[in-house]
């Protein structure tokens, strides 16, 4: 299993830019980065803006990744009914409670 944690940069190249752009990438390169990817973005219309180049660069974290890290959980609060029976339902913090609400109205429907 694949234990790398990677950092990530975006870059941001204008069309004007790109002349320098290999020089660029070269010294990040010694750095330790290297391309995951690479876009365009179109300006939107008549916003007068230019078309971009959008690379992304990964390199390896000094710290090894954590696999068995969990996510913080969300806070209590009311969020939409996963299940969809309801606008929405109680998150304790750690599990969906029978609490739920619809149009401001409290009610109980067990999960």
Do not use: C, I
Request: net charge negative; aromatic share 10%.
């Amino acid at each position: 299993m694949d234990t790398t944690a990677w950092e990530y940069r975006l870059l941001s190249v204008k069309q004007f830019e790109l002349p320098g752009l290999q020089t660029l990438l070269n010294d990040l390169g010694l750095a330790g980065w290297e391309v995951a990817g690479v876009t365009s973005s179109a300006p939107a219309w008549n916003t007068g803006a230019q078309q971009e180049t959008l690379v992304v660069l990964k390199r390896s974290s000094e710290q090894p990744a954590d696999r068995n890290r969990q996510a913080p959980a969300a806070p209590g609060a009311w969020y939409p009914d996963p299940r969809g029976r309801h606008e929405l339902r109680w998150w304790s913090g750690s599990e969906w409670t029978d609490r739920v609400s619809d149009a401001g109205r409290e009610g109980v429907d067990p999960v």
